[in-house]
């Protein structure tokens, strides 16, 4: 018997007033008890009299405590408002599903008779009434959210199962994941997407998974190679940089690729296996591609080698190669040269994972013209940081994808697909100030 899964609060049509109903019910509560107790001795020594009580409430002394209760009322809603905040988010949720479900018209109704004051007499007016509500429901744990909606196969089927888009600008979340349960569709959605923004010095990688948000990683012995989009000023180069500090933290070997000479170049001053010069380059790809040929075939020769285990099982460290500028070094080349880097890298694309061979694939637009023959498909991390176009997050994500994409003028955010085909929004780990790049990996190398 499979255990019971909480599944949170169900969503009713009287959740449609939710937020006032949560404040009115609070804030009432906190302002009677102040004010009953400035009064406890009157009520308890005067006789039950309503002129009494009347002349007693509106004196001075009734209305100064009168207002003395308003005030603690409005110190304790704004520290619950500072300290609670996300409780009245939840509120604020529960009340957007409700209405979205009503002023949509995804329920059914029926009408009934209206009773009079004597209810043996009809009065002859009908009323509608809700006779059907879907079952939905939602909760926020560890910030996710999970909202399940029951499938019935009626006829508001399809709207209930395509509610990405709504719920993510309602809510402003962006969809983790779409799971298919028995009878109920769930939607997790990451909350406050931006606190789940991590520093560079946690960004961790083991176990082939590397951290970069909070609940989110790449897993790169599961879904290897990541391709990295974005204009000028997106932020790119830092998390390029960034990758390549957290990967010298372990054993991997890691080959540079910059043909513009420019951020990434730097790093040959610190560390060996940087090149720029198309000639280097060149050479690099076929050495990294040869040695993932030749570490498949001595996988097999090993004493403990397993069908189906990867390097990682043999003991073996991983290699990634960084290559930053794709687009513009694949314009450098003649028609030979470009054919023949192509088949390398499609090579390794397709057989890197099981050997530990990985590609980081930066370039400004991922035009087809240069990751043609279904080279694009095979990279299942992807990010496009900063401002692109529709056009070129089509082609990053691809252009049957239904999803709105916002610009933010904040340094170093976009969206990623991390291998489920579920775009969402990401931000690279944050770089302090007078953060030394160059100083930190050589100290790695060293």
């Not at 969402?424 to 100083?439: A, I, N, R």
């Amino acid at each position: 018997m499979k255990p019971l899964r909480r599944r949170g609060k169900r969503i009713r049509p009287s959740d449609a007033s939710l937020l006032f109903q949560f404040l009115f019910s609070r804030l009432f509560v906190v302002w009677l008890i102040p004010f009953t107790l400035f009064h406890l001795s009157f009520l308890l020594s005067t006789e039950w009299k309503l002129s009494l009580f009347q002349e007693h409430f509106i004196s001075s002394y009734g209305l100064v405590t009168f207002l003395i209760s308003i005030a603690i009322t409005g110190i304790c809603a704004y520290l619950y408002y500072r300290y609670r905040y996300d409780r009245i988010r939840q509120v604020i949720h529960r009340q957007k599903l409700a209405k979205m479900i009503l002023e949509n018209g995804w329920y059914e109704t029926k009408q009934v008779q209206s009773s009079s004051f004597f209810k043996d007499i009809p009065n002859g007016k009908a009323k509608d009434k809700i006779s059907h509500f879907p079952k939905m429901y939602y909760r926020l744990e560890e910030g996710l959210l999970h909202i399940q909606t029951e499938i019935t196969l009626g006829k508001y089927q399809e709207q209930l199962l395509n509610l990405e888009n709504k719920l993510e600008s309602g809510l402003y979340c962006e969809l983790v994941s779409k799971e298919l349960h028995d009878s109920f569709v769930e939607y997790i959605l990451l909350y406050d997407t931006i606190n789940s923004r991590i520093s560079i010095d946690e960004v961790i990688a083991q176990n082939g998974s590397l951290k970069l948000m909070d609940s989110m990683y790449w897993e790169y012995d599961k879904l290897p190679h990541m391709l990295i989009a974005g204009g000028t000023g997106g932020g790119k180069s830092y998390f390029i940089l960034t990758l390549i500090e957290a990967l010298l933290k372990t054993d991997a070997k890691l080959y540079i690729l910059d043909p513009k000479n420019a951020d990434l170049a730097d790093l040959a001053t610190v560390m060996p296996d940087v090149y720029y010069k198309k000639e280097d380059m060149i050479t690099c790809i076929d050495e990294f591609y040869e040695s993932m040929m030749a570490r498949s075939e001595e996988m097999k020769q090993m004493p403990n080698y397993k069908t189906g285990e990867n390097y990682a099982y043999l003991g073996l460290s991983p290699h990634f190669l960084v290559f930053d500028e794709y687009v513009a070094f694949m314009e450098m080349l003649a028609s030979k040269e470009n054919t023949a880097v192509l088949t390398k890298l499609k090579q390794i694309v397709m057989l890197g994972r099981q050997a530990g061979f990985f590609l980081i694939l930066a370039c400004q637009r991922p035009d087809a013209k240069y990751l043609g023959d279904g080279i694009r498909d095979q990279f299942n991390f992807r990010v496009g940081l900063g401002r692109m176009s529709e056009l070129g997050f089509g082609m990053l994500f691809g252009s049957d994808v239904q999803k709105q994409f916002f610009l933010k003028q904040i340094k170093g955010r976009g969206y990623v697909d991390k291998g489920d085909s579920v775009i969402s929004e990401f931000y690279t780990p944050l770089v302090p100030k007078g953060h030394d790049f160059l100083k930190e990996i050589g100290k790695l190398v060293s």
